[in-house]
């Protein structure tokens, strides 16, 4: 079956740098989105990988190594805006989305 | 950026009415809109596919005599749940890809509807 792992919960310190891992099992890979949901909204795009290496965008970077089925999405700088969902999601063969369960990610004062 | 908006963002309804949602492309034509359904603290659960001109696709599990999804347009789809009870209370999304030329098709996301039923 097709599978999408990455943590539930992740806790940092404001102005911090932390690092949200995802790992994929997937029929077939035609990319990987990283979204961010606040709670009660819908999800907004943050990055887009389908070739291997990272792609920095800002405060917010995403790597990707597709032999290893391994993504992760680094936040630097981080704000107390950054609490959210992050969530991982990788197009399959037939361009279906497949949609991980979430990080929910804290930033203590 | 594409914009989708849904409507109404949020609803609250009777045990057995049926509530209607809608989806539109604002600035762009979606030959395919996908619905989802996220419940608290879960990620969003695709429901169903819905296709311009043709039937929907629904997942499995997803009753599609229960949640009625009618693509008129190419702006506009509806979701419309039936006869709702408490636990069809969730958070409903709309998506629409924007496609490109690489297989690269970025999902826009309404803003969502929350239902909640009596």
């Known amino acids: 079956g097709q599978n999408i792992d990455q943590p539930t919960e992740m806790t940092a310190t404001e102005g911090a740098i932390v690092q949200i891992n995802c790992t994929y099992q997937t029929s077939g890979f035609n990319g990987l989105f990283w979204y961010q949901q606040h709670a009660g909204e819908a999800p907004t795009f943050l990055s887009y990988n389908v070739l291997d290496g990272l792609e920095e965008k800002g405060r917010f970077s995403s790597f990707l190594s597709r032999s290893k089925g391994y993504s992760y999405l680094l936040l630097k700088e981080l704000q107390m805006k950054d609490s959210a969902s992050y969530l991982c999601a990788v197009v399959d063969s037939n361009y279906q989305l497949i949609w991980g369960a979430g990080t929910k990610l804290i930033i203590k004062p | 950026g594409a914009v989708v908006s849904q409507h109404p963002s949020w609803v609250i309804c009777k045990s057995g009415t049926s509530v209607k949602i809608e989806c539109r492309s604002l600035?762009?034509?979606?030959?395919?809109m996908f619905w989802y359904r996220q419940f608290p603290k879960q990620s969003l659960m695709l429901m169903a596919t819905?296709?311009?001109?043709?039937?929907?696709?629904?997942e499995q599990g997803v009753e599609k005599d229960k949640f009625l999804i009618n693509h008129a347009s190419l702006t506009l789809s509806t979701l419309t749940v039936t006869s709702a009870h408490p636990e069809d209370s969730s958070f409903y999304i709309c998506s629409a890809p924007q496609l490109a030329v690489s297989s690269y098709n970025e999902q826009f996301f309404g803003p969502g509807t929350r239902l909640t039923v009596l």
């Open positions: 819905s296709n311009e001109g043709s039937k929907a696709t629904y």
């Open positions: 600035d762009f034509q979606a030959t395919t």
